[in-house]
């Protein structure tokens, strides 16, 4: 119980402070893009001479201007939320830390040093060094800021992606570190380069529809439509782009959880009976009622696609599709990440091996501690064999090993019904744009212009959702299979947690309200006072 | 004017020049003395600390993983 309290206050306090850096982090890198295509814009034009190319070239210069300065108070605002997160690393999970140390510590280090460097050095040109350095070192500062932002994001979500699907490490028992052995599979690994892409491409997205609802905001109050019409051509092109992309990295997502993650799969789709030619839930109502292993139907109504989630899953319509049940169960058969067929192990056999794991390293310990050379050497093996499961060992039933159901299912729905309505958002953008409906006469599309300022926090929400499914639909694992929450949790108190969740709760309440005060001052004030 | 001299002319009146991005730093500072200051050392110590050597941490590690 005190346990339990103590993994609830911790979990909350890290979403928390996850979920509110995320709030900034997705602006900086869609906007950095946007920022740096307006003034290779500008520069373009500036190299070309006559009145009409020096008028387009003082347009994009004000466009990029402003944004940029949307782009640095977000910045700003987002700088060092991120740092709280690693303070809670040390503090309520530092089991997990060490555990990890190793890998975590290349990819952060080199975080730290292009956060650092890259950005600091080109951010600083980038607001200082209008008229003090030259165009074209200029524009080159910008694009370094963008892709220096985006390459910090790189580093940390590959340590992300690494606790999803751990590769290319090995477990030493003398330090209870997992060591790496091959950088490039934890960073070519398929599940970081699909993470990378979905990522990246979700923040674009966010930042082309922020873009656009800013843009929109000053057609109804009829400002800066010059700069707003041409913002909002600029973002939906990106926009649609990113959108069609992050579908499509979506796919590619899904497949990768079905492989590597079956578990969650099974949570996102409420499954737990699963099967071949298995359909796709578009829309359901789960039953709150419904437990593991009872075998009622899940759902109190639902509307499926046939066939669509083995697709999904396997690539085959008549694919097979474990549900919870059959997680937990095992018997069926699947392809492991080498290519080889096998059959799944059943929950209580994970469980068996897993604390065989556990039990070798206390062995091996004690070995290492006596000098017993032979007992050391037959543990080690014993941990070797069985450490694929370690953390099943920790488990004390298969209810443990699934993750909130309900909560998974209902994310993964509002995320992928936003992301298909942004696609239409940004046609619909698009297609009113060519029709020039965003011109004096704008007015007319009234309509588009609330839609798209209602779409900034949905766009958020979407955003929000994707790290919900992703990290609450990999519980109960700090690291897949190895480490569960109730493993990596330090021995601190539940209420201290609490008490810094409020603290944290507090503070931070009161300066996201300053800092968007001071962004939204701006938004006001809006192009008049760029020169 | 040598390069360092010129770095140094660039970063100061880039600084005095500012306007949004006094109140920005304002609050940047604020946030890392918070950050630093408050939450790390009076909220956030590392449950490691207390391990003086990485053996020491291992062994501590190793303790909480065997004695769940």
Redesign the interface.
């Known amino acids: 119980m005190v346990l339990s309290a103590l993994i609830d206050a911790s979990r909350l306090q890290f979403a928390l402070t996850a979920m509110f850096h995320w709030i900034f982090v997705p602006l900086t890198l869609g906007l950095g893009f946007i920022v740096a295509f307006m003034e290779t814009k500008y520069y373009l034009f500036s190299k070309k001479e006559g009145i009409e190319n020096s008028e387009k070239a003082g347009l994009w210069k004000k466009l990029t201007k402003f944004w940029a300065?949307i782009f640095?108070?977000n910045f700003?605002?987002g700088?060092?939320t991120g740092?709280?997160l690693e303070?809670?690393f040390?503090?309520?999970w530092?089991?997990y830390?060490?555990?990890v140390g190793d890998i975590f510590g290349a990819p952060l280090a080199i975080e730290g040093i292009f956060a650092f460097f890259m950005e600091s050095t080109f951010f600083?040109v980038m607001?200082?060094?209008w008229d003090?350095v030259s165009k074209k070192f200029h524009l080159a500062s910008t694009w370094l800021t963008a892709i220096g932002a985006n390459l910090s994001a790189v580093w940390i979500l590959i340590a992300n992606a690494w606790m999803q699907y751990p590769v290319g490490m090995e477990f030493n028992p003398?330090?209870?570190?997992n060591e790496m052995i091959n950088f490039a599979d934890v960073v070519f690994s398929p599940v970081a380069m699909n993470k990378l892409f979905h990522t990246a491409t979700s923040a674009y997205m966010l930042a082309s529809v922020v873009v656009i609802g800013i843009s929109c905001w000053y057609l109804l109050k009829d400002r800066n439509r010059i700069y707003a019409v041409k913002s909002i051509k600029v973002a939906a092109v990106f926009g649609l782009i990113s959108a069609v992309l992050l579908a499509y990295s979506g796919d590619g997502s899904a497949y990768n959880v079905a492989k590597h993650q079956p578990m969650k799969l099974a949570a996102m789709e409420g499954l737990y009976q699963g099967g071949t030619a298995a359909p796709l839930v578009g829309f359901a109502l789960l039953d709150p009622d419904k437990e593991i292993g009872d075998g009622e139907d899940p759902y109190l109504f639902s509307i499926s696609i046939p066939k669509a989630l083995s697709f999904l899953a396997t690539r085959d319509f008549n694919g097979f599709v474990p549900g919870i049940d059959d997680i937990i169960n095992g018997g069926y058969t699947y392809t492991d990440r080498n290519g080889n067929e096998k059959v799944a192990v059943p929950f209580e056999q994970k469980r068996e091996r897993g604390l065989l794991a556990?039990e070798a390293?206390?062995e091996y310990?004690k070995a290492a501690r006596t000098g017993n050379d032979s007992l050391k050497m037959s543990a080690a093996s014993a941990l070797e064999d069985n450490f694929e499961y370690f953390g099943y060992g920790?488990l004390d039933s298969a209810e443990e090993s699934v993750p909130p159901v309900a909560l998974t299912f209902y994310t993964f729905r509002i995320m992928v019904t936003l992301g298909a309505y942004f696609i239409l958002f940004f046609i619909i953008a698009l297609y009113l744009h060519r029709k020039g409906a965003f011109t004096a006469e704008g007015k007319k599309v009234k309509w588009f212009l609330y839609l798209a300022i209602i779409s900034v926090p949905l766009v958020y929400i979407c955003s929000q959702s994707g790290w919900i499914v992703a990290e609450v639909g990999r519980q109960p694992w700090t690291i897949q299979d190895l480490l569960p929450v109730?493993?990596a949790v330090?021995?601190?108190s539940a209420s201290?947690v609490y008490?810094?969740v409020a603290?944290?709760f507090v503070?931070f309440t009161i300066?996201l309200v300053?800092?968007l005060k001071?962004m939204f001052n701006?938004i006001k004030k809006g192009f008049e006072n760029i020169k | 004017m040598n390069v360092f001299k010129r770095i140094y002319a660039f970063y100061y009146t880039g600084f005095k020049e500012m306007t949004v991005g006094r109140s920005l730093w304002l609050i940047i500072l604020i946030k890392l003395f918070i950050i630093f200051f408050i939450l790390k050392l009076f909220f956030f110590k590392s449950d490691l600390s207390d391990c003086k050597t990485p053996r020491e941490k291992s062994n501590k590690v190793i303790e909480n993983l065997l004695n769940y």
């Open positions: 300065r640095a108070i700003a605002v700088v060092a740092i709280i303070f809670q040390g503090t309520n530092s089991n830390s060490w555990f600083a607001y200082f060094g003090k003398d330090t209870a570190r556990i390293l206390k310990s920790y109730q493993a330090s021995g601190v201290n008490t810094t603290i944290f503070l300066l300053a800092e001071i701006q």
